[in-house]
């Protein structure tokens, strides 16, 4: 989703134009459109007064950004030690066979997309996974099935409301 | 005020701070290097001219000499075993990184011995660069920041945003020179310089009439010498030979 120039703008003007604000304003971008658009990338640098070339290497560093659309929901799968060592192999096992889609894609629907991420930082949930701002943790692969339906329900639910 | 130290057991002079590389250079010691050059110093990078220390405290280390400071009673050993045994280790790292480079780095791997670098651990074997940066440094001070090392880890690499003809470039071909290990191509042909797949006519010079630098270049350099007499349409060949009457 790109952002209309005028919600851009806003969303620019609300740091000063410098360049210790790029992280703040690329959060906040993929926080509306999901990821960061190019055009996007290229408005945020000429506003920061920061060379596009380092702005797109900033953007290209932290594991947190991504340069391509994303599912409506990311499932961040937790791959830390603890998690690791629970078989958090068997989460990505588990949800790549409901999505019908491996690590680093998105589902058929644009519904979901799972990634990994080092530590999620609940290590007594083991093994755990994020999706939006809410922690999923112990999980075996009827809770992800549960998880998972329940998004699929919610989903349905607002396409009919 | 100065400085005294020992370099391999020659009594050397130094401006408190001054680099112990430089020193070294001044003094007629040859340390190897790949990432440090004159103009853009600091990168700390290649860790090739690592050298063993002895403070006059008496404590011992293994430092980077170029951007180790001289001080009074250092004691620097540039070529003892160790040192030659941890640029064989740098050496050997770098030439796995990078089967394909050129210039300096296999040739010190030839001065040290190291020979049949262990291809479990080349990532690509096309690959040329080091990733010491010099390029991304001489675009930001002497060009226009066009480009960057971008992503991380085992996949970071130099390149323009997007890995894109990157619009900022004027073609001045910094980053091609300072390269340590002829990465980045650069060809000058019939007129045209072609540079990050981008291409740029060559002007000729006023005098001599040889092909010397980018309309950009010397547009850019105008924009920043703002109230420049000078007439940038020489080559700097020729512009060694001139008066600054004639350039004016």
């Known amino acids: 989703m790109i952002l209309a120039q005028e919600k851009l703008t806003e969303l620019l003007q609300a740091y000063p134009p410098e360049r210790q604000h790029t992280l703040a304003v690329f959060q906040d971008i993929q926080k509306e459109c999901g990821y960061l658009p190019k055009e996007h990338i290229v408005a945020a640098a000429d506003y920061l007064k920061v060379p596009l070339s380092q702005a797109y290497a900033m953007a290209t560093f932290y594991h947190t950004f991504s340069l391509t659309p994303r599912g409506k929901h990311v499932i961040k799968v937790c791959d830390g030690t603890a998690c690791h060592i629970k078989d958090s192999k068997g989460v ?9 889609v491996g690590l680093g894609g998105t589902d058929a629907d644009g519904l979901f997309t799972i990634e990994t991420v080092a530590c999620l930082g609940c290590c007594a949930l083991a093994p755990a996974m994020q999706i939006g701002e ?6 075996t692969d009827e809770i992800i099935a549960e998880v998972i339906a329940d998004y699929r329900r919610r989903e349905a639910g607002e396409v009919v409301a | 005020m100065t400085v005294n130290l020992m370099i391999d057991g020659l009594a050397c002079e ?3 701070g001054q680099h112990v590389l430089d020193v070294a250079r001044q003094n007629g010691v040859e340390i190897p290097t790949l990432c440090h050059h004159e103009a853009l110093a600091g990168q700390a990078c290649c860790r090739l001219c690592v050298v063993e220390i002895e403070e006059a405290s008496g404590s011992r280390d293994v430092v980077v000499s170029c951007t180790y400071p001289a001080k009074e009673g250092l004691k620097v050993s540039t070529n003892s075993e160790q040192v030659r045994r941890l640029r064989r280790t740098v050496l050997t790292l770098l030439a796995e990184r990078a089967p394909l480079a050129e ?4 040739a010190y791997c030839q001065e040290y011995g190291v020979t049949g670098y262990d291809l479990r651990f080349t990532v690509d074997k096309d690959e040329k660069c080091i990733l010491c940066g010099l390029c991304t440094k001489a675009c930001a001070e002497l060009g226009n920041s066009a480009i960057e090392t971008t992503l991380r880890g085992v996949d970071k690499q130099v390149a323009p945003p997007f890995d894109e003809p990157p619009a900022a470039c004027i073609g001045c071909a910094s980053c091609a020179e300072v390269c340590p290990t002829g990465a980045i191509a650069c060809e000058d042909a019939d007129g045209v310089r072609t540079i990050w797949e981008k291409e740029f006519e060559l002007l000729r010079c006023e005098a001599c009439g040889k092909p010397f630098a980018t309309a950009e270049e010397l547009a850019w350099l105008k924009e920043r010498l703002l109230d420049t007499e000078l007439n940038l349409a020489y080559c700097p060949s020729c512009r060694g030979k001139m008066s600054l009457k004639d350039l004016t």
């Open chain 2, 103 to 106: 210039g300096a780095l296999p």
């Open chain 1, 134 to 139: 809410e922690y999923y943790g112990n999980l």
């Open chain 2, 14 to 16: 130094a401006a408190p």
């Open chain 1, 92 to 100: 990505l096992q588990s949800l790549e066979r409901l999505l019908g």
